[in-house]
Every structure is written in structure tokens, then in C-alpha cells.
């Protein structure tokens, strides 16, 4: 079956930085844009950032344009969230999701999804 496991994430001091990691399996990863979606309490999911199939594209949302950089290595099926300049407002379960085709930042496109991992940034 299809798994994506997050990992990376912790405490830091605003201004740090984090890289968090999703490792995909039971899935052709090339065939699959990868975005990461954050959720914070009592808040909606919403997009961070995606990369093509192929990783020569990527698309980030305006909160994190400058500070976070999404990549991909398709030979070990992972894909990668590198955070700087962390904020106390980009606190939040980060999750890694696996779309087939196209990127999108649409949380109800993708099809499979981690379990998540936590980022706490504090100020």
C-alpha cells in the first residue's frame, strides 16, 4: 500500500531553520507531484508549496516565497521542505501529499497523504 512518512520537524527558535523530509513508498514516485500542506489548531489545511513530477517546477505559497525551498530526489522517492527564517506563525503539522499528474495547490486533489509532522516555532 501506498505510505508517506514525514520526519524533521521540532522546536525552534524563530529565525531558525528545519528541513523536513517525506519518504514515499508503494507508489511509482515519478509518476506523482508532491506538495506540503500545513495545519494549525483550529485552522484549515492549507498548501506550502509543490513540485512537478519531474522537479523542474515548483510553486509556493505567498507566506513562505523566499524562505522555504521544496525539492525533490526522485531516486531515493523523497521529497524535501527546507525552512528558513522560521516565523511563530508557521507553526503547524506539516504533511507531505502525493498527486498523480500535475502539481496543484488544491488539498482536495491529491490522493495520498502522511501522517504528519510537527513544527513549533517559538518567539
Known amino acids: 500500500q501506498v505510505q508517506l512518512v514525514e520526519s524533521g520537524g521540532g522546536l525552534v527558535q524563530a529565525g531558525g531553520s528545519l528541513r523536513l523530509s517525506c519518504a514515499a513508498s508503494?507508489?511509482?514516485?515519478?509518476?506523482?507531484?508532491m506538495g506540503w500542506f500545513r495545519q494549525a489548531p483550529g485552522k484549515e489545511r492549507e498548501f506550502v508549496a509543490a513540485?512537478?513530477?519531474?522537479?523542474?517546477?515548483?510553486h509556493d505559497a505567498d507566506s513562505v516565497k523566499g524562505r522555504f525551498t521544496i525539492s525533490r530526489d526522485n531516486a531515493k522517492n523523497t521529497v524535501y521542505l527546507q525552512m528558513n527564517s522560521l516565523k511563530p506563525e508557521d507553526t503547524g503539522g506539516y504533511y507531505c501529499?502525493?498527486?498523480?499528474?500535475?502539481?496543484?495547490?488544491?488539498?482536495?486533489?491529491?490522493?495520498?497523504w502522511g501522517q504528519g509532522t510537527q513544527v513549533t516555532v517559538s518567539s
Open positions: 501529499a502525493a498527486k498523480l499528474g500535475d502539481y496543484s495547490s488544491s488539498v482536495r486533489l491529491y490522493d495520498y
Open positions: 508503494g507508489l511509482t514516485f515519478i509518476n506523482y507531484a
Open positions: 513540485i512537478s513530477r519531474s522537479g523542474g517546477v515548483t
